[in-house]
């Protein structure tokens, strides 16, 4: 079982709307949350990163939210482009010795007119 | 340099030969991790390097995989005897390696395997 679960694996919604991607973890110990936007063809770009104080982060339309209790967090993008289409990718650190980066799989989000 | 450079962008190859894949980490980056992403899946993890020890080579699907690094800058990801699974694009990403710090990946390399 991935320590790193994202849901929706696939998303469309109208150039407009808004959408909320959901990533869930059980890495343990955390040290940070990030989430990536990936286009295709391209390497990830970071969108926000939170630590285990933050519960929430924005990035303009971007806005990350996070439960370090129940190791849980969102992104949700607002008034959706068409530029936003591409994979979302939830990041978790691993807080112990080796201090790992563990990878979700993704959300492949198509925006479409 | 400005970011994460790998090379070739492309490769083709025929299945059995050997492939070497390049990463140049952007300047004083400690850590390098490299992955693998095969058509409409997730980013799978390879090897992770802090300098130039590899604390977690777990991700390598197989003995035909491995990688080095010299100099704690460059790192190369050599794959013998290519298979057609094989087939994906190899990413690279370099960061500072502490706690809070970033990490920024290449555009990668996108290996076909015929």
Same mark, same amino acid.
């Given at each position: 079982?991935?320590?790193?679960? +994202?849901?929706?694996?696939?998303?469309?919604?109208?150039?407009?709307?808004?959408?909320?991607? +959901?990533?869930?973890?059980?890495?343990?110990?955390?040290?940070? $949350?990030?989430?990536?936007?990936?286009?295709?063809?391209?390497?990830?770009?970071?969108?926000?990163?939170?630590?285990?104080?933050?519960?929430?982060?924005?990035?303009?339309?971007?806005?990350?939210?996070?439960?370090?209790?129940?190791? +849980?967090?969102?992104?949700?993008?607002?008034?959706? +482009? $068409?530029?936003?289409?591409?994979?979302?990718?939830?990041?978790?650190?691993?807080?112990?010795?080796?201090?790992?980066?563990?990878?979700?799989?993704?959300?492949?989000?198509?925006?479409?007119? | 340099?400005?970011?994460?450079?790998?090379?070739?962008?492309?490769?083709?190859?025929?299945?059995?030969?050997?492939?070497?894949?390049?990463?140049?980490?952007?300047?004083?980056?400690?850590?390098?991790?490299?992955?693998?992403?095969?058509?409409?899946?997730?980013?799978?993890?390879?090897?992770?390097?802090?300098?130039?020890? #590899?604390?977690?080579?777990?991700?390598?699907?197989?003995?035909?995989?491995s990688a080095e690094r010299t100099g704690g800058s460059v790192s190369t990801l050599t794959i013998?005897?290519?298979?057609?699974?094989?087939?994906?694009?190899?990413?690279? #990403?370099?960061?500072?390696?502490?706690?809070?710090?970033?990490?920024?990946?290449?555009?990668?390399?996108?290996?076909?395997?015929?």
């Open positions: 079982k991935n320590q790193v679960e +994202q849901s929706p694996q696939s998303l469309i919604i109208l150039e407009g709307k808004n959408c909320t991607l +959901q990533c869930n973890y059980t890495v343990s110990p955390f040290s940070n $949350l990030r989430w990536y936007k990936q286009d295709t063809g391209r390497g990830p770009v970071s969108l926000t990163i939170m630590t285990f104080s933050e519960n929430t982060k924005s990035n303009g339309r971007y806005t990350a939210t996070l439960d370090a209790d129940t190791k +849980q967090s969102s992104l949700h993008i607002t008034a959706s +482009q $068409l530029s936003d289409s591409a994979s979302y990718i939830c990041v978790v650190r691993d807080g112990g010795a080796t201090n790992k980066l563990i990878f979700g799989t993704g959300t492949l989000l198509a925006v479409q007119p | 340099g400005a970011g994460v450079s790998q090379s070739p962008s492309n490769k083709v190859t025929e299945k059995g030969k050997d492939v070497e894949l390049r990463c140049d980490p952007i300047s004083g980056h400690t850590a390098l991790y490299w992955y693998r992403q095969s058509l409409g899946q997730g980013l799978e993890f390879l090897i992770y390097f802090q300098g130039n020890s #590899a604390p977690d080579k777990s991700g390598l699907p197989s003995d035909r995989f013998q005897r290519t298979q057609q699974e094989d087939s994906a694009v190899y990413l690279c #990403a370099s960061g500072q390696g502490n706690l809070f710090g970033g990490y920024t990946f290449g555009s990668g390399t996108r290996l076909t395997v015929v």
